[in-house]
């Protein structure tokens, strides 16, 4: 074990914000333990308060599902993979004639730009000072588009999914982490979680069998499947603990630390008793 990526929400952080002390101690552990750590989200830069603020976390991001990496230190995108617009247009266009009641947002390098209804009444969001507008009316060739996604209320994630992704294979890549919406997010062909993480993994020269890997939802498949050791969590959705034979325990009961504990204590007698 030599690198550790962890998904965050509903991995590490849960629905209120808060990453439980236990966590929090565990990963400062594997950091004084001389261990690389890089967190792996669908989370823009700027949504990465808890890193910094709770594990106090100042290394590389991959965010927008492998589309940014982005780095915390210098607060500064590093790469980035950017949609075309016309694939994002015409991807809307295929949804709302599949799934009339859909609405849809974009995430950009500069912001978030969504449409009326991409919110629930009343709810309180980090997107909540956005104004909506038709995306065709704020979005434009110029915009650093890195994720597309789409919304219904009257369907479930999974649904959505089924319903949509042959359609739109074709111009967009497209997955789902939202543990309650139905929401699609969508981005570039060949981009996933997967291929960031080797890739950033591969500059500090280390392989794919020294890493150790948690997430909880179908867009973390992928690199479930690439790490050595890629745990699923075991409150997570049925998909991605299909993708690994490993658990990692309940998000509830501090999954990721138990799992990060046994294995720190593990290199200390030479990895024996490591699952």
Not at 9 to 34: C, M, N, P, Q, Y
Request: glycine content about 8%.
């Amino acid at each position: 074990m030599r690198l550790i990526a962890s998904d965050i929400d509903g991995t590490i952080l849960g629905h209120d914000g808060k990453i439980s002390a236990r966590t929090v101690d565990a990963f400062r552990a594997a950091e004084d333990a001389g261990l690389e750590i890089v967190f792996v989200t669908g989370r823009p830069p700027r949504w990465l308060g808890p890193l910094r603020e709770q594990i106090g976390h100042t290394g590389t991001v991959i965010c927008s599902n492998g589309a940014v990496v982005y780095d915390l230190v210098r607060e500064r995108v590093m790469s980035s993979h950017l949609l075309p617009l016309v694939s994002v247009l015409e991807a809307r266009r295929v949804i709302k004639g599949l799934v009339p009641d859909a609405v849809f947002a974009v995430e950009t390098l500069d912001g978030f730009h969504l449409e009326p209804g991409f919110l629930e009444p009343g709810s309180v969001d980090l997107l909540a000072e956005v104004t909506p507008a038709p995306l065709p009316e704020t979005v434009t060739a110029e915009s650093a588009v890195v994720k597309f996604l789409a919304v219904t209320r009257k369907s479930t994630a999974d649904a959505f999914l089924a319903r949509v992704r042959p359609q739109i294979d074709r111009l967009l890549a497209v997955t789902h982490s939202a543990a309650t919406a139905a929401m699609l997010e969508m981005g570039p062909h060949g981009i996933n979680k997967a291929v960031t993480l080797a890739e950033y993994a591969a500059s500090r020269g280390i392989a794919a069998r020294d890493v150790v890997a948690f997430g909880d939802m179908p867009n973390d498949i992928e690199m479930l499947r690439w790490a050595g050791a890629g745990y699923a969590m075991a409150s997570g959705h049925e998909r991605a603990r299909a993708a690994t034979a490993l658990r990692a325990p309940n998000f509830a009961d501090d999954g990721v630390a138990q799992v990060l504990e046994e294995r720190l204590a593990a290199l200390k007698t030479g990895g024996r008793g490591v699952r």
